[in-house]
């Protein structure tokens, strides 16, 4: 005997209904249930948006980090030679990005041979060197930094 299948899909939904209803509508944790919908709902629409109304923030978001790590497998796969002057503007540029006085260094440049001296912070040594060798166009690094001790105030 064969049991008919819409009167069980249609009492399989009027009972999900109720139960959803019942669910939302409950006097004690409704209020809390129904603001917890209202807000996903809210977080869905700003994170993937109007569909059809063009890019949403994910999207975008994602395209950008796409196209960052395009443009860094490009950098480290180009072998260009820079100028001097392009060199030492760029490692100037990346000085106030690693220490907290980057006019105390002073840059020197000699066809990519990179040449620094100056004083920096106790714990920020390491990372400028690493940073200044991860410049395009860096051939040879030395340095004559000066570590400054942090002051001793009494």
Known sequence: MAIPILPVLV???AFALGAAIMFVLDPDEGRRRRA???DKAVRYRNTFGDLGAGPTRLYRRVQGRARG???RARAQRRTETVND???A???RSRLGHIVDRP???????DQGDVRLTGTVAAGELAGLISAIRAVPGVEELSHEIKVRQAAVTS
């Open 36 to 38: 917890l919908a209202r």
């Open 89 to 91: 503007a760029r490692i």
């Open 69 to 71: 790590l395009v443009y």
């Open 103 to 109: 006019d105390a260094i002073i840059v020197q440049v």
């Open 85 to 87: 002057q392009l060199l």
């Open 11 to 13: 009492g399989g939904a």
